[in-house]
């Protein structure tokens, strides 16, 4: 079975744009989650969807926006970039439905963003 | 709000030796837990989860974990390191409660001795 693919790997965005990234998660899960990491905060919660319905979300500016398609895919977008929003943002996958199953999640491999 | 609690930022061991990664977490009831492992320029990749029954739960590439609910800690271990172990080791907590998020401790980098 597929891992969870992210695109792309890795961006270089200039302060003031935006930005999209994209994962898709292991056939059967239906939700998806965003983390975003870096070496001083680690890593935090970003959002989460199921079933294209946000069920959580974390403690981000609204410049930090996502949303799920139909088929589980999932993008989160970034507005307005600023120099504090470099990171390595990780999306993970999980059944979603089931108590302890939801939270068992499958991380990809990360989109590493520069903004400068 | 839960917090995670990895109080050794890097631990260098032999390899061959033993390890114990520590991992202290607040939460009021049993929580779900988790243990991560992430290689440089990657994601992270579970090794092992507990959510009820025997407390000693066995993960992947011969790791083991132990909750012990008298200590709020779910410590994870290795009898014997190998040099591919050296990477960045992440202890997570889901609470159940429909938050649906992990909440992760800052994480330990190990470092193996050839």
């Known amino acids: 079975k597929a891992g969870v693919t992210q695109t792309p790997r890795y961006l270089i965005k200039t302060r003031g744009q935006q930005v999209t990234l994209s994962c898709s998660p292991i056939?059967?899960?239906?939700?998806v989650s965003w983390y975003q990491q870096t070496p001083g905060q680690g890593l935090q919660f970003l959002f989460e969807y199921f079933s294209e319905t946000q069920r959580n979300k974390g403690n981000f500016p609204g410049r930090f926006s996502g949303r799920q398609f139909s088929n589980s895919r999932s993008e989160m977008n970034v507005s307005t970039l600023e120099l504090g929003d470099s990171a390595l943002y990780l999306c993970a996958s999980s059944l979603g439905w089931v108590q302890g199953a939801a939270y068992e999640q499958y991380f990809g491999p990360g989109t590493r963003l520069t903004v400068t | 709000a839960q917090s995670v609690t990895q109080p050794d930022i890097h631990i260098t061991v032999s390899e061959g030796a033993s390890l114990e990664l520590r991992c202290n977490y607040s939460y009021g009831a049993t929580p779900y837990l988790f243990w991560y492992v992430q290689s440089p320029g990657q994601g992270l990749q579970l090794l092992l989860k507990y959510f009820s029954g025997d407390t000693l739960v066995q993960g992947i590439k011969g790791f083991e974990a132990e909750f012990k609910r008298s200590q709020s800690s779910f410590n994870l271990r290795k009898p014997s390191v190998h040099w591919s172990d050296a990477a960045e080791y992440f202890c997570a907590v889901g609470s159940g409660a429909g938050s649906y998020q992990l909440t992760f401790g800052k994480g330990t980098k190990l470092s193996v001795i050839p």
């Open positions: 056939s059967g899960h239906r939700s």
